[in-house]
């Protein structure tokens, strides 16, 4: 991932869960700035069950050369009532191999360390403190008008990589760690729990503040928004006002653009993967089934009688003739029946689409 598109995955990160649909004001949703990544103040956090009053970044490094470590935090800071926030980053300068370096800020402190492990390689720890101090009893709202909100922190190798924080032992705190350089010499640790080398689809039109969720629902959501609606969000933080601007621009021909796409890939050449030939087809099933000295025929009736254990459905279905559709045996040797409903007008719907209703051959009466 080249540096601009980590800025851009950052940039959404920061801003997710900052306002959330339907985006007016008064939504109870939207009475606090984000769920995520919060750094509340000490006092807080001591009283609190689950809060922290620091978020801890921690990863093995394989060293190159003369390795050098940088980071970067950036977080929201409240700023007015609600989800109002501006803003914060801060850069720890390049440091060597088993040095500490320390930047203090309002209300903050932002570490950076590592040792060597030997074999070439060194724990890294990046962490952020809420140094605040706030009286004890404080309820959330006033917590978070203390607190860093939203951290993300971004570590940087000159020389070397990290390895996958997932396929190895670290001890992050209010944070989850993943690569996302293209040469693996940057790691994330961020407020919601992603791949290695997470990317943006290349379809978004841009950040929607819930960006985990489904866009194009979102966007039909915000064109869907009253008049009274439009004019509660107007009156609030440019950010999302700008935001909603953006997606109210988007076309018809743009939201379709987000339904979807597959892509069809094959290592050697550029045709759809076809199937092997004499490749038996897995759904077809059995022909036919005996249990208990029962002979099951596909295409055969059948009368449901799935006794009292079963449940609501089935039993709703007692007494209707069905027509076998598919025999199944699994690899415990137990037969499953698919089976279409006789009366049921959808029944030529559900042959079409495979949509059968399964019971055991216990729970039918062979016509």
């Known amino acids: 991932m080249a540096a601009d598109a980590v800025e851009q995955l950052v940039d959404s990160l920061l801003y997710e869960g900052y306002a959330l649909y339907p985006y007016t004001p008064a939504a109870i949703k939207n009475a606090t700035p984000t769920p995520f990544g919060i750094v509340y103040p000490p006092a807080y956090a001591s009283e609190c069950p689950g809060a922290f009053d620091h978020a801890r970044l921690e990863c093995v490094a394989e060293l190159g050369g003369e390795a050098k470590l940088g980071a970067t935090l950036r977080c929201l800071i409240p700023s007015g009532d609600r989800h109002e926030a501006r803003e914060r980053r801060l850069e720890l300068a390049p440091a060597a191999i088993g040095e500490r370096t320390t930047l203090t800020f309002p209300g903050g402190r932002f570490t950076l360390r590592s040792e060597l492990l030997g074999e070439g390689r060194a724990r890294v720890r990046a962490c952020v403190h809420n140094t605040e101090s706030v009286p004890a009893g404080l309820d959330r709202p006033a917590a978070l008008e203390r607190s860093l909100i939203s951290t993300q922190i971004l570590l940087r190798i000159s020389s070397g990589r990290f390895l996958s924080p997932l396929e190895t032992d670290h001890d992050s ?39 985990t969720e489904i866009e194009e629902a979102l966007l039909l959501h915000v064109h869907a928004l009253s008049d009274a609606e439009r004019a509660a969000i ?134």
């Open 173 to 211: 705190v209010n944070t989850y760690p993943v690569l996302t350089g293209e040469a693996d010499d940057v790691l994330l640790g961020t407020a919601i729990v992603l791949p290695d080398h997470p990317q943006l689809a290349p379809e978004s039109r841009g950040d929607l503040f819930d960006s």
């Open 234 to 367: 107007e009156g609030q933080d440019p950010a999302v006002r700008e935001m909603i601007a953006r997606a109210e621009s988007a076309t018809p021909k743009d939201i379709m653009a987000l339904h979807g796409r597959v892509t069809l890939r094959d290592p050697v050449s550029t045709e759809p993967p076809t199937e092997p030939p004499g490749l038996s087809d897995p759904q077809a099933g059995e022909e036919e089934a005996v249990v208990e000295g029962v002979r099951f025929r596909r295409g055969g009736t059948v009368i449901i009688r799935p006794g009292a254990d079963a449940d609501l459905h089935a039993r709703m279905l007692d007494g209707h003739s069905a027509t076998i559709e598919r025999i199944f045996v699994d690899y415990d040797g137990k037969v499953h029946l698919g089976v279409t409903v006789d009366d049921d007008p959808g029944q030529e719907l559900m042959r079409d689409t495979g949509r059968y209703l399964y019971f055991f051959a216990q729970e039918v009466e062979v016509l």
